[in-house]
Nanobody
Framework: QVQLVESGGGLVQPGGSLRLSCAAS????????MAWYRQAPGKQRDLVAH???????DYADSLKGRFTISRDNAKNTVYLQMNSLKPEDTAIYYC???????????????WGQGTQVTVSS
C-alpha cells in the first residue's frame, strides 16, 4: 500500500504565502510524476502544477509566477509554494502521484486526502 499525507494548509490573508507538503510512504518501489490539484466548492478538480521525476514542471496558466512545485526524491515528498495568495485560491488541495508499489509492475495513481486552503481577510 502507498499512503500520501498532506500538510501545510490553513487560513491566510490575501497576499500571504503557504507551503504545502505531501509525503508518500509505504511499499513504494518508484515514483514517477507528482502533482497538485485543487477543488473549490461546487467546481471540478483542476490541475495546479505537475513535476516529473527529473524535475520538469508545468503549471496552470493562471498560476504561473505565483505557485512553485518542487520535490525531494530522497524523501518521496512534493511541495507547493504558494505566494501572493488570492481569495479565489481558496480550495481543497490534493496531492497526486504516479507510483509503482513494491512487488508490482503496474504504475498506479494515488491521491492524498486533501488539505484546506482558505484565503480571507
Amino acid at each position: 500500500q502507498v499512503q500520501l499525507v498532506e500538510s501545510g494548509g490553513g487560513l491566510v490573508q490575501p497576499g500571504g504565502s503557504l507551503r504545502l507538503s505531501c509525503a508518500a510512504s509505504g511499499s513504494i518501489f518508484s515514483i514517477n510524476a507528482m502533482a497538485w490539484y485543487r477543488q473549490a466548492p461546487g467546481k471540478q478538480r483542476d490541475l495546479v502544477a505537475h513535476i516529473t521525476r527529473s524535475g520538469s514542471t508545468d503549471y496552470a496558466d493562471s498560476l504561473k509566477g505565483r505557485f512553485t512545485i518542487s520535490r525531494d526524491n530522497a524523501k518521496n515528498t512534493v511541495y507547493l509554494q504558494m505566494n501572493s495568495l488570492k481569495p479565489e485560491d481558496t480550495a481543497i488541495y490534493y496531492c497526486n502521484i504516479f507510483a509503482v508499489a513494491v512487488a508490482s509492475d503496474t504504475l498506479r495513481s494515488y491521491w492524498g486526502q486533501g488539505t484546506q486552503v482558505t484565503v480571507s481577510s
